[in-house]
């Protein structure tokens, strides 16, 4: 059975509005595997307000006591995708009434999910600079963080560790909790075959045994973002490894966005 949905699945029509707000307001947790699609045929290309992923967005904007929020994408390149995680970045905007608001402008806004916990992200391709937004948006309610196959769009072989280096610096970061598994570089600028993708490797705590693509740690924040980012080895492997290379992975995803 495919439990992958289309994102017309998503759609909330206006008779359904009166029963379906309500629950979708109280809803505490939203898992979703689903496949962002260019267009919806619940939109016309004349609508006010016409964006990519029209319904994932006014979903999200209705659950505003979300606590756990799980997304796995189905493609790990794509518009669609890319757009909803810079939307789903954008610093939410304070004092807005969503429910009440005309739906034409809650497909725009960013999405707030205040008491937001938990975040699992999986299977898609991102820029470090997003990936990076997206975390600190809700650095200060965060507990756990999930990250399962994902690339990031970069030309460094050292974004995972630069990334995870900086969120241990990061006092701002609340996050006890995190698995990290599968993850590696944008197939596209490594030139990897999907079938024969590396991921980044960690190494294991017992020396004697080899490295491993998934890790669990808990513990402050400080704590496991320095321990991935000291136990990351290099992928795929190469000569000009170095601080310079881990340095320049920020200006390397700041020019891959433009």
Known sequence: MNSVLTEQALFVAQWMKPTLLPVLENLQRLHLAVELTARDPHHPLDTPGNVLNLNIRRLLNYTKNLKWLRINFQHRRGQTTDLFLRWLALPALAHVDKLAAPACNVDLLPVDLPALERLDLGSTSVSLRILRSVIMKWASTLKSLSLWSIDIQSDSSMAWAKLFADLSQN????????????????????????????????????????????????????????????DVIDWPPRADHGQADIASSWEDSDSNDD
């Not at 990290?180 to 960690?202: D, E, M």
């Not at 669990?216 to 973002?225: K, V």
């Open 171 to 230: 006092e701002a970061v609340s996050i006890k909790h995190i698995t990290v598994g599968r993850i590696g570089l944008s197939q596209q600028r490594w030139g990897q075959p999907a079938f024969s993708r590396p991921y980044v490797l960690f190494k294991a705590q017992d020396a004697d045994k080899p490295a491993q693509s998934m890790v669990e740690l808990r513990g402050t924040a400080a704590e496991i973002f320095a321990e991935l980012a000291r």
